[in-house]
């Protein structure tokens, strides 16, 4: 079994090739170093955008002293070197404690820095809006001037400037706040939030599950706001502990779980001329899901994407700002799931571009006003990762995608260039090899590219729309400079094979320890997401958490099972209904190529993961198939039922609809199964997977008297978060596996 198994995957993995390491210092790379500053990713730009010109690029850097802290920073796309535009430090020497819902908005965000955390253009790229721990900042772009907006108690959130450059706006205290740059007034457009009740905010299944997380949107002309109301009167009161170094507090948190009630979400629009608000019709059915709000380009039509509670249709609602009647223009319909995108593109002419996966991969389409779909823009067997932007003057149309000569390849990312005029074969715009996303400027005209691969980490530059360079934004050239260059010696690249599981293929990577000998046997780290996300196996940077693992002298090793990735709509929904199944079976089918490989050690196999990754380590240790030696589950769902609505009720239904499909979910009844060692890790003020899903674990571990481990965070979310904790968590992962499959492990007979 070990020959024929071996000979069939290295036939399925010949295509690809692993590239050689660079050249760099042979120091060990240690915990102690890697949580530390500055941060070995070099100087990383983050959220980086053009202007609306494309005539100045604005990016976020880490400071040096603090890789935690944010500030603004800004490049002219000519000559000119980058500059700090706004010093956070500076401006605020002391940040205090920020409100819970902004804690429980970032924790969304997956924001976890301080200082500046997002920025925003007003339409003419004269301003650059920045909150700034809970007040407001406006920066001048000619001269370069801050000012400071609002310097209150509360909060300020969400702040956006008016697409004219006239006006900024920000949530206060669940209400909508309009301020007058020219007047410097302000002005309520709300004044009834309160408790349950919530203006223009996202609400929680919004921000968490569907990638949306503001709730008002500005018409093109500023005449009318559409603004969301929430009234969470209607969802349970789960309580829960919010346990901390200095104590516990109780909150009664508004969770929806699955097959509970959702909050009501009603949208309005505010016409700013006439002061009224105007109720928008989206049908008599209260349980929905407000997806997406766009507006057209001339201001006159507001475009709703209206998703029902059970996720198999979604509907695009043309609607009259004026009186609130809507209609009906498009719908896309499953069996399974219809996803969200933020594929929806409003033209001067009219027209609009949406993505549907109707054809069984996301592409892309051009339709007219009224909904009539003139023609397909993308096709073939490939998906369509996301719009990136639109020259209306010339046609183009710009995309990202995972493929090479027509078809899926889920390794690599490029950027791609197709036409609104007719369907044609896209056009590679950046060149293959690695893993590219782009920002494009609002004309289509150019694009910020960033860019990394298995040598070389992310790197930010500015290039015209044909692909050609311009200038770098942060070069991060990993030379002696660079605080990774001590360590790239013994960094490892990895080599990538396929495996075949039901007609699909699925992806993998393999990374050796320095000094690797195919003459011995290595134990093995298996790592695991596992569930519904954009995928790990990538040919790109690899990071230094990797590395940390195979200085430990462990295998790495990584498969992305069916409905992990963004590839076919088959391939994503081969998990429906059965959560914890395909995926486990997906990752046996792995852990059986592992053992096919001469040098690897059979029984010196662990999984490590978080979240959904958490849950794949549980179910995975106690699969008598799967054979773990051990398994880290951090943070893991256990029970599906105790997850919100959105999330859980796309992939497994209701547990009403589905109660086997849930049974067969849960970690409980398998624990007398575990094949292996469990070290259990979870924040203790987890708001997300709340720490209910792991307290059930410990209390069914000990009253069936199985030993385990654990590791519990006082006041850590859904993240550990901070470079203290951070080390420690990664000092507890490389003890525990050391002890378990490693060095100080039990000999097996």
């Not at 105007?278 to 709000?293: F, H, P, Q, T």
Request: proline share 5%; net charge negative.
């Amino acid at each position: 079994m070990r020959t024929l198994l071996l000979a069939s995957t290295l036939l399925l993995a010949a295509g690809p090739v692993a590239a050689q390491s660079p050249v760099g210092g042979t120091e060990i790379l240690t915990p102690e170093r890697v949580f530390a500053n500055p941060s070995l990713a070099g100087p990383v730009a983050r959220g980086v955008s053009l202007s609306p010109d494309g005539e100045l690029v604005a990016f976020l850097r880490s400071r040096a002293d603090d890789v935690d802290v944010l500030d603004l920073w800004a490049a002219p796309t000519g000559e000119g070197e980058p500059f700090k535009l706004i010093d956070a430090r500076a401006l605020v020497p002391d940040a205090g404690e920020l409100s819970e819902a902004e804690k429980a908005r970032r924790e969304r965000m997956r924001i976890s820095q301080r200082g500046v955390v997002e920025y925003s253009w007003d339409e003419q790229g004269r301003y650059i809006l920045a909150p700034l721990e809970g007040d407001v900042f406006l920066a001048e772009r000619d001269g370069g001037a801050v000012r400071r907006l609002t310097e209150t108690e509360a909060d300020e959130i969400d702040a956006k400037v008016s697409p004219l450059g006239n006006y900024v706006s920000y949530v206060r205290d669940q209400d909508l706040v309009v301020y007058d740059l020219a007047s410097r007034e302000e002005t309520e457009v709300t004044n009834d939030g309160d408790g349950l009740q919530t203006w223009a905010t996202a609400e929680f299944i919004a921000q968490e599950e569907m990638d949306r997380d503001t709730g008002y949107w500005w018409s093109p002309d500023e005449r009318y706001i559409a603004l969301q109301h929430t009234d969470e009167s209607t969802v349970d009161v789960i309580p829960r502990l919010d346990i901390t170094g200095g104590g516990a507090s109780v909150i009664e948190q508004r969770y929806p779980r699955a097959g509970r009630p959702n909050a009501v979400v009603d949208l309005y629009v505010h016409d700013r001329e006439s002061g009224e608000r105007i109720k928008v019709d989206l049908g008599s059915n209260s349980d929905i899901y407000l997806a997406r709000v766009n507006w057209s380009a001339d201001g006159r039509t507001l475009y709703v994407q209206r998703q029902s509670r059970d996720q198999k249709t979604l509907d695009l609602l043309s609607v009259d700002p004026a009186t609130g009647a809507s209609r009906v223009i498009v719908t896309q319909r499953s069996d399974a799931w219809v996803p969200l995108s933020h594929d929806f593109k409003a033209l001067e002419s009219g027209d609009f571009i949406w993505s549907s996966e109707e054809s069984g991969w996301r592409h892309l389409y051009l339709y007219n006003r009224d909904g009539r779909r003139l023609r397909a823009i993308t096709r073939g067997p490939y998906p369509v990762k996301s719009l990136n932007g639109v020259n209306q003057q010339t046609g183009e149309v710009f995309f990202t995608a995972s493929m090479r000569d027509g078809r899926e390849r889920p390794i690599e990312q490029q950027l791609f260039r197709a036409s609104l005029r007719r369907t044609v074969t896209p056009v590679a715009v950046t060149p293959e090899g690695g893993w590219w996303s782009a920002s494009m400027n609002k004309t289509g005209t150019a694009y910020v590219g960033n860019y990394s691969d298995l040598d070389t980490p992310t790197q930010s530059g500015l290039y015209r729309a044909d692909g050609t360079f311009v200038r770098w934004i942060e070069e991060n050239r990993l030379d002696e400079a660079h605080p990774f260059f001590p360590y790239a010696g013994r960094q490892q690249d990895p080599i990538f094979g396929t495996l075949e599981s039901h007609g699909e293929t699925l992806v993998w990577q393999m990374t050796t320890p320095p000094g690797f000998d195919p003459s011995k046997t290595y134990p093995v780290v298996m790592q695991v997401y596992g569930g519904p996300s954009g995928g790990g196996v990538k040919r790109a940077w690899q990071g230094a958490n990797n590395q940390l693992l195979t200085e430990a002298g462990y295998i790495v090793f990584r498969l992305d099972n069916r409905g992990e990735g963004d590839r076919s709509a088959a391939f994503k929904q081969a998990l429906y209904l059965t959560m914890g199944q395909p995926e486990v079976e997906d990752q046996m089918l792995g852990a059986n190529y592992l053992r096919s490989l001469p040098f690897v050690d059979d029984d010196r196999i662990a999984m490590m993961g978080w979240s959904y990754g958490g849950f794949m380590s549980l179910m995975a240790l106690t699969e008598p198939r799967m054979g773990l030696t051990s398994a880290i589950a951090g943070a893991p769902p256990t029970e599906w039922s105790l997850y919100d609505t959105h999330y859980t009720e796309r992939f497994m239904s209701t547990p009403e609809l589905n109660a086997a499909g849930y049974a067969a979910s849960d970690a409980i009844p398998r624990l007398e199964n575990m094949t292996g060692r469990l070290l259990l890790m979870h924040g203790m003020a987890d708001d997300n997977v709340i720490l209910e899903n792991s307290t059930r674990v410990i209390d069914a571990l000990q009253s069936r008297s199985m030993p385990f481990e654990l590791m519990l965070y006082p006041g850590q979310r859904h993240g550990v978060r901070g470079n203290e904790r951070q080390l420690q968590q990664w000092r507890t992962y490389l003890d525990f596996l050391d002890r378990t499959i490693g060095s100080r492990a039990p000999v097996q007979d």
